[in-house]
């Protein structure tokens, strides 16, 4: 597997091992900040690792609301000398940014409390994903060895993220890797978004690290019916999940995970 263009870099640094020092090349993750604009304005600049960035901005739109297909998009272009933007024409004109922005700066912080976070969510008009989607504990169980299989980048570097779409069988869909978790999630959404294949209401979405608020919400946005991590999920997550019907399972590896909601999409009734 070769790892996308722009998205590792080389670095020559020392190397201690059991009381041995020597020089070694080694292979890093890159971050640099893309900016997405939309309407000519500014919308918000985001750390991530270049590759796929065109789908990470068509996510991005999606998972944060600001569109709801594919079909509000104009346009979808990379811009700048270094490749670090991405020009979104949409087909409405009355796309307010600066609002946009204040949003965004705000969901970053933690000076909004739960309850208010929610219901912003339930304006956007999410609902409930597929209730009859079903999946075998046998299939979720090796999600994790699937997904470790496919990460180039990490098999380079060590350090990134990855998020990736299965079937109901088990079978990769999707994966991409980005430094940011946020942003993987965004990346293959967004190639979901661009391959006209949403709602994503028969699929999974597992994601490395953890299953947080906003990784929950993103899935929910896309049609996510299940959504499975291999760390914990927050409080907040949790309750998204369990008022809008997401299927959120943490500590996915090996044979063991832990079902916070939903239940009855993997696991027989008792």
Not at 39 to 64: I, K
Not at 73 to 95: P, Q, Y
């Amino acid at each position: 597997m070769q790892p996308p263009a722009r998205s590792v870099a080389l670095s020559h640094v020392t190397e201690w091992e059991d009381g041995e020092v020597r020089a070694v090349d080694d292979m890093l993750a890159v971050e640099e900040p893309l900016e997405i604009r939309v309407n000519g304005a500014p919308l918000t600049v985001t750390m991530r690792t270049p590759g796929h960035d065109l789908e990470l901005a068509a996510g991005f739109l999606l998972t944060e609301g600001i569109v709801k297909s594919a079909e509000e998009i104009a346009c979808l272009r990379t811009a700048g000398a270094s490749c670090n933007k991405v020009d979104v024409e949409l087909h409405s004109r009355s796309f307010a940014a600066t609002d946009q922005q204040r949003n965004f700066f705000a969901a970053s912080s933690c000076g909004i409390c739960g309850k208010a976070t929610i219901e912003s969510i339930r304006r956007r008009g999410l609902t409930a994903p597929n209730p009859r989607f079903r999946v075998r504990t046998e299939v979720l169980c090796g999600l994790p060895e699937a997904i470790r299989a496919e990460q180039a980048v990490f098999d380079s570097t060590g350090g990134l993220h990855a998020a990736a779409l299965f079937d109901a069988e088990g079978t990769l869909v999707a994966l991409r890797e980005d430094i940011g978790r946020h942003n993987a999630v965004d990346k293959v959404i967004g190639w979901a978004m661009q391959a006209a294949k949403l709602p994503l209401a028969e699929s999974i979405l597992m994601v490395s690290g953890r299953g947080g608020f906003e990784i929950a919400q993103k899935a929910l946005a896309a049609g996510v019916p299940i959504l499975a991590s291999v760390s914990a999920p927050s409080s907040l997550a949790v309750k998204l999940a369990q008022e809008l019907g997401l299927t959120l399972i943490g500590f996915l590896r090996g044979r063991r995970f832990v079902v916070y909601a939903g239940e009855a999409r993997c696991l027989p009734e008792a």
